[in-house]
């Protein structure tokens, strides 16, 4: 990594109050190049609070933009960090257009040309696609990373149709105690208090409505952009990781949006900037890259950014399996078109006699991370574990390498004696030694075959094909490795278990694996230059000797009891260099019974304290969240305790029923 200190233009920092419609106010903070002429803008537009959260990445981009020519603009959404107004849902339609609000101020601001750039990772990736679909004037491009096109069956909420355990309750815990974090009173002065409880009153756990939304309603349309891509007119660059699970997205949206418009590039990352050097890499010259997309849609400029291929990905080459990966062997490929004419669909037919899927409950400990992060344990160990548990299926790659790009898909004859059920396909690639590495996977709730918008029940005894898509992958596959498909009934704790989770019938003669298979060209340029960032902030992180491992198992024996523990590491504690002391921990559990499916139950717990000496600012945050199940309902169970100078300001729970219509 590369940190640049010199830049063509002098840079100036300013924090401001963007004014709304509604009279509301945003905090904002806007880098900016010191010149006689206006500038582009970018915005950059999150709940996750500037002056503490984001402040050591905002640093390392924001600056960098404004010292190659752009004011540069990181923005707290209402009811978020030191912004005014009250907390909503994650992308309604208040953010939405509080964001458009924003967007037209920056245009009309003596020192912007009136063109408008965003971009973001994850909530702000997402909220850049969707303000761009809102199509306000001034905004005319946007890079959007590890982002979503579908709220219901690509983000944290459900995976074919059935609800996600491991991220859906886990994020809804965390935004409960992000929400619950009080303003700043060395940016909102004596305000802050009043500020936090009138916020507290408002607050309502996430999990509460996205429970209650079990199929592809209006609740999750709205935001969704698959809806009409039509709707996008800015620029898009469509940036993801093989290791992020909003990966697809990026495939959707080269095939959809108009060529001319749309460029796509899909690295080895997990859900991470791919400057930023975490496994896995390599990593490239993100910023360079991005300021090539920047200067030709708000600069006019041309700099050779539309001569790249339509979408650039990586295909890695065969590895073995591990939790972590400092870099992936592999290379660039580029394709001018997609669907890829270098990518032919090839079907891989089962073979055998009707075998009995029946896994147990504890399948799919060793899943990895849902939203891997570069951290040490994210990503899947060996797969034979998991292999064991599940029906295989096995083609041997015999004279020459089989590289794939894009969606694996399965098509499966299966009967099911109960009204529910759910499916998990994963595709691995098995070394010489055995070694089983997970390559992509993909998963179906039975009442969802018809469609995601859908409940309909299986016909008890009736038998069925039923077909669905494994997420987006770049691999290789060596000769002398097997092609492996495993098939579950069960996945814990990334996919929450039916309640008569009684397995199914799958019919390998009437069964098959569809692979995209790429030909391999050896007319591939790509390249991209070496990562360089701005300045670091100077944030200190103190050492933890004492730290939990990030996952850990704990398995009874006797009674067939098995827990998870995760530790999700976003940041732990630290200490800014305007003195304010922030101390963050969180540790997420799941426990099941390997025999029943009633007995799931995930419990995440939060404790996050922020601390000013200088100001005798001192207030701490506590959250607690479990979800259970019976048959019938989901049981969630939520409490919050804020803290100031050790005293308890505000304390709130919930207990809530929930009908398990589809989940």
């Not at 002429?37 to 537009?45: D, F, G, K, N």
């Not at 055998?352 to 060793?366: A, E, F, I, K, Y």
Request: net charge negative.
């Amino acid at each position: 990594m590369q940190i640049r200190t010199e830049f063509p233009h002098e840079i100036r920092r300013d924090d401001v109050w963007i004014p709304l419609p509604d009279g509301t106010h945003l905090y904002a903070r806007i880098w900016r190049p010191v010149a006689d002429e206006p500038v582009p803008a970018l915005l950059e537009y999150l709940p996750y609070r500037l002056s503490d959260w984001t402040a050591p990445r905002d640093a390392q981009r924001h600056p960098w933009y404004a010292g190659n020519g752009y004011a540069s603009v990181r923005v707290d959404v209402r009811g978020h960090g030191n912004s005014l107004g009250m907390p909503g849902d994650e992308y309604d339609a208040q953010e939405l257009a509080d964001g458009v609000a924003v967007v037209e101020w920056l245009a009309e601001q003596p020192w912007c040309t009136g063109k408008v750039g965003m971009f973001g990772i994850s909530w702000g990736g997402f909220n850049s696609l969707q303000i761009a679909a809102l199509a306000p004037e001034p905004l005319k491009a946007i890079v959007t990373v590890c982002s979503a096109d579908d709220r219901y069956d690509n983000d944290v909420h459900y995976m074919g149709g059935s609800v996600l355990a491991v991220d859906m309750h886990a994020w809804a815990a965390t935004m409960l105690a992000f929400v619950s974090r009080p303003p700043d009173p060395a940016q909102v002065g004596d305000a802050w208090r009043e500020m936090w409880l009138k916020r507290l009153e408002r607050v309502d756990p996430f999990i509460h409505t996205w429970l209650a939304h079990q199929t592809r309603d209006a609740y999750w349309q709205h935001g969704s952009v698959c809806e009409d891509y039509s709707t996008i007119k800015a620029s898009v660059l469509a940036v993801g990781g093989w290791h992020d699970p909003y990966r697809d997205t990026v495939l959707r949206l080269v095939e959809h949006l108009d060529p001319s418009r749309v460029r796509g590039l899909i690295g080895p990352w997990s859900h991470q900037y791919p400057d930023r050097g975490l496994p896995p890499g390599p990593a490239i010259g993100f910023l360079q890259e991005t300021l090539r997309w920047w200067d030709h849609w708000l600069k006019d400029e041309e700099t050779g950014v539309m001569a790249e291929p339509l979408l650039r990905s990586w295909i890695s080459k065969s590895h073995p399996p591990a939790t972590t990966y400092p870099v992936l062997p592999g290379r660039w490929v580029g394709d001018t078109e997609w669907p890829s004419a270098h990518v032919t669909p090839e079907t891989y037919g089962f073979q055998g006699d009707p075998v009995r899927v029946h896994s147990p409950q504890n399948t799919g400990l060793d899943a990895g991370r849902f939203f891997p992060f570069g951290n040490d344990s994210d990503l899947p160990p060996d797969q034979r574990d998991e292999d064991a548990k599940s029906v295989c299926f096995e083609f041997p790659v015999r004279y020459a390498p089989i590289e794939i790009l894009g969606r694996p898909r399965v098509t499966l004859n299966v009967r099911c004696d109960v009204p529910s059920g759910q499916i998990v396909a994963r595709l691995c690639d098995v070394a010489t030694d055995g070694s089983s590495t997970l390559v992509t996977r993909g998963a179906l709730n039975l009442s969802a075959r018809h469609g995601r918008d859908r409940n309909i029940p299986w016909t008890p005894g009736a038998t069925e094909d039923v077909t669905f898509e494994l997420n987006g992958i770049g691999h290789t596959f060596p000769p002398g490795h097997r092609i492996r498909l495993a098939v579950s009934s069960a996945y814990w704790p990334w996919i929450w278990p039916q309640p008569d989770a009684e397995g199914f019938t799958l019919d390998p003669a009437a069964s098959s694996l569809q692979l995209p298979v790429r030909t391999p060209t050896t007319d591939d340029t790509i390249a991209f230059e070496e990562p360089e960032q701005s300045e670091p902030l100077g944030v200190v992180f103190p050492e933890n000797p004492g730290q939990r491992p990030e996952r850990l198992i704990i398995r009874d024996v006797a009674a067939g009891n098995w827990r998870l523990e995760v530790d999700p590491r976003y940041g732990g504690t630290r200490i800014y260099p305007d003195g304010l002391e922030f101390t963050e921990d969180a540790l997420e559990t799941y426990e099941i019974n390997e025999a029943d499916p009633l007995s799931a139950r995930t419990k995440s717990e939060w404790t996050i304290g922020l601390r000013r000496p200088d100001l005798s600012w001192d207030v701490r945050v506590e959250t607690r969240s479990e979800i259970t199940c019976d048959e019938n309902d989901f049981i969630t169970s939520n409490e919050v305790t804020c803290k100031e100078g050790g005293e308890v300001v505000f304390h709130r729970t919930w207990e809530k029923r929930i009908p398990r219509t589809a989940g």
